[in-house]
């Protein structure tokens, strides 16, 4: 009886092996099949009927390894709202297996907005508890941010204020145009930036920088962000309103011919050795 139960177990155990075995197949599957053959997000991956809120371009031929996500939100300047939200954790988790994407562009399809923040309508609708757990989510999201394996590069044309900025900061890279504006707002709504502001912007500008610009809520332009450290390029904006994307289009394209398992370890050394340095 002991051997049989020892033969049941071990049967048991290789089906659950096998069980797993296929649905990392299948997730990888997944991921392939949800990119057309122009490179685009398939429409069926996401919520169907509506207008996409996030869109996601993978380049080919000569800029082959470079994705974009593009926020597309106009009618609330890219605000992080419940739609929003869902579709951009839908597009990292699409991109976090796909090991032919070696750089991530982040960029709004609006102009003159990179992300408004949080949706503060959406918010007054909810109860203490809806809001609590969608402050999670937001934390989440910006963490999945992060921690994508490839390089991050946000561009930023316009407003990032408040989850705005928050997601900027979750990226590895930021370009901004010189008439950009930039903050951490929430202590003038009442609020306080709970989606890894008040971690991400210390280590990028100092602590003392950092309380300065929270404390007051102040607003800073692309210019005075290239001061402190918050972006590493700042560029005029040209006439088609797109040279932050431009400039880190230039950055992706000088990334992508890297060995890609050395840059990813090289991100992830840096990051838990920031983490480290924080303790």
Known sequence: CRERRK???????????????????CLRTFSAKCLNSAGNFSRRSMTTGKKKEILLQ???????????????????KNSLGKV?????????DILRYNEKVRVVIIKSHVKGVFCAGADLKERAQMTNSQAVHFVQRLRNLMDGVASLPMPTIAAIEGYALGGGLELAL?????VA??????????????L?????????????????????????????????AYSIG????????NEKGDAAYQRAL??????????????????VAINRGTEVMTL
Do not use: W
């Open 58 to 76: 993978v380049h080919e031929e000569a800029n082959c390894g470079i994705a974009e996500i593009q926020f597309n939100r106009p009618h609330a």
């Open 7 to 25: 033969r049941a177990g071990g049967d048991q155990q290789g089906d659950a092996m096998f069980r797993l075995g296929r649905a990392a197949i």
């Open 230 to 237: 918050l972006v590493n390029h700042v560029v005029p904006q």
């Open 170 to 174: 979750a990226c590895d890279l930021r």
């Open 192 to 224: 306080f930036p709970g989606a890894g502001g008040s971690q991400r912007l210390p280590r990028c500008i100092g602590v003392g920088r950092a309380k300065e610009l929270i404390f007051t809520g102040r607003q800073i332009d692309g210019q005075e």
């Open 250 to 267: 230039a950055l992706a394209e000088e990334t992508v011919p890297r060995a890609p398992i050395a840059v990813k370890m090289s991100k």
């Open 177 to 190: 145009v010189s008439s950009a504006k930039m903050g951490l707002i929430e202590t003038t709504r009442g």
């Open 84 to 92: 929003f939200v869902d579709e951009l954790y839908e597009t990292l």
